[in-house]
């Protein structure tokens, strides 16, 4: 008896010791140099510095001549998006934005925010910074950072960013939004050294942020976003004061994972796991490996040769068009390869899809934001932070038609303190941007619980 329970005792040390060693787990990582050359002598440039997008006469012709000189390709008969995208349905896209698209008018909705650069690490950092015009007496606005991810861009927070910042219900939170652009994507300067990987960018993302004056923030992000904001939770915990997330693919699948994969299906309950965690998973061959296969053949690409490929999309309006627009078809749904239009418009309007598309045409930022991937992939599957779980206060949006689906035992194992997993109505990968009203609730909902809770 004596000896069981002392060999309980140890082991329940063990387990308190190793809890306890996770906890202090904070991410390392050094100052670097992504700018050309060795680095200036002296302290760095912390000028912060107004920013309009612009565009010209000069701009235009440029774009309208290449679109011009296209070469349609003739799609499959019958193949709708089960090929890519569809060659019929395309030329209707690029018809209207040679004929009827309004950059210019674009350009001044893109202007109607405030617009920033500030040089950090070498680069120049662009960013939105939205001020609420109202703060009601006795409180204060609260800080939120928003990182987008690939193939989006600063422009998906557009419908979000005034659900935030201007709460039509008195009872809501109102917030002061910072929307930066990851180095290498829309009007951030593009690293010029190779290894600029999502802890750069959170490191970044942290001085930017201590630039403007916050001591404490919140973080919001979805695909890369999500990693980025991670990354800054990992490395700055204690400024970081809550992290919101709708994408959470397992980065280091352990015992409970690999379990609830194989026996879920018959023992859902066990893992916990919703009648739709079992249609999202299940039967597993067909929908977590073929489908990653169908839908992931760009990402080898991206992480293995992205200059290649990059420079074509560089040069051809069309091309870059094509394959932008494909992910904005087939990650809202699955369901749209099968229309001949890869419902494009059932969640979107021409108007903002070819926005986005043009912050990567006019900027050129097609290659370094392709890089991303080889940065982050190319170090392998064994980076530190992948292996460190996060103890700051997460909410998780969990989208119905998201790529990768992940369980609420999942989202766990890596965010230990998980405040709020918000099952949701509808929405795929671009939530923000075809959901804002939903992603804003579900934000308002998560940070008031952290916020109640800070209180007590």
Not at 258 to 277: E, H, I, Q, W
Not at 338 to 345: F, H, I, S, Y
Not at 395 to 408: D, Q, R, S, V
Request: with cysteine; aromatic share 12%.
């Amino acid at each position: 008896m004596f000896t069981e329970l002392l060999v309980c005792l140890l082991i329940g040390g063990l387990i308190c010791f190793l809890v306890q060693r996770s906890r202090k787990q904070v991410l390392k990582t050094e100052d670097g140099w992504w700018g050309p050359g060795a680095p200036p002598d002296g302290g760095e440039d912390v000028t912060i510095y107004p920013f309009k997008v612009s565009t010209s006469d000069k701009e235009l012709e440029d774009l309208y001549t290449r679109i011009d000189q296209t070469r349609p390709v003739p799609s499959l008969e019958d193949s709708q998006f089960l090929y890519g995208f569809n060659s019929q349905y395309l030329q209707k896209v690029v018809s209207y934005w040679r004929h009827d698209f309004d950059w210019r008018g674009q350009v001044d909705k893109l202007n109607q925010y405030s617009h920033f650069k500030t040089n950090i690490e070498g680069v120049n950092i662009h960013y939105l910074h939205v001020k609420p015009k109202k703060v009601p007496v006795g409180s204060a606005a609260i800080p939120l950072i928003m990182v987008h991810g690939w193939p989006g861009s600063f422009y998906e927070f557009y419908g979000l960013i005034p659900l935030l910042t201007e709460p039509t219900d008195p009872h809501d939170l109102v917030f002061e939004v910072v929307c930066p652009s990851i180095p290498g994507y829309g009007f951030s300067e593009a690293p010029h050294k190779k290894g600029f990987d999502s802890v750069c960018a959170a490191h970044i993302f942290h001085k930017l942020m201590q630039r403007l004056g916050f001591q404490q923030f919140y973080a919001h992000g979805g695909d890369w976003g999500w990693l980025v904001t991670t990354n800054m939770a990992q490395l700055q915990p204690k400024t970081v004061r809550g992290l919101h997330v709708n994408f959470a693919p397992p980065s280091k699948p352990g015992l409970p994972i690999a379990l609830s994969v194989m026996l879920g299906n018959r023992f859902p309950k066990l893992f916990g796991f919703t009648d739709m965690d079992v249609q999202r998973l299940y039967p597993c061959m067909d929908k977590l490996v073929v489908e990653s296969i169908k839908e992931s053949g760009y990402m080898h690409i991206q992480a293995t040769k992205p200059d290649t490929v990059g420079r074509g999309l560089n040069d051809s309006p069309v091309g870059l068009a094509a394959y932008i627009l494909e992910k904005f078809s087939t990650w809202t749904s699955r369901d749209f390869r099968n229309l001949e239009d890869g419902g494009l418009t059932r969640k979107f309007s021409l108007d903002d899809l070819l926005t986005n598309v043009m912050i990567y045409w006019t900027s050129g930022c097609i290659v370094s934001s392709m890089r991303f991937y080889k940065e982050n992939f190319g170090k392998g599957l064994n980076a530190p932070h992948s292996k460190m779980t996060v103890f700051v206060p997460t909410g998780f949006a969990c989208f119905p038609n998201e790529l990768m689906h992940t369980p609420k035992l999942w989202v766990k194992q890596k965010y230990r303190n998980l405040v709020t997993f918000t099952p949701m109505a509808r929405g795929g990968h671009f939530a923000a941007m075809e959901e804002p009203q939903l992603m804003a609730e579900d934000i308002q909902k998560f940070i008031k619980l952290v916020e109640k809770k800070k209180e007590q």
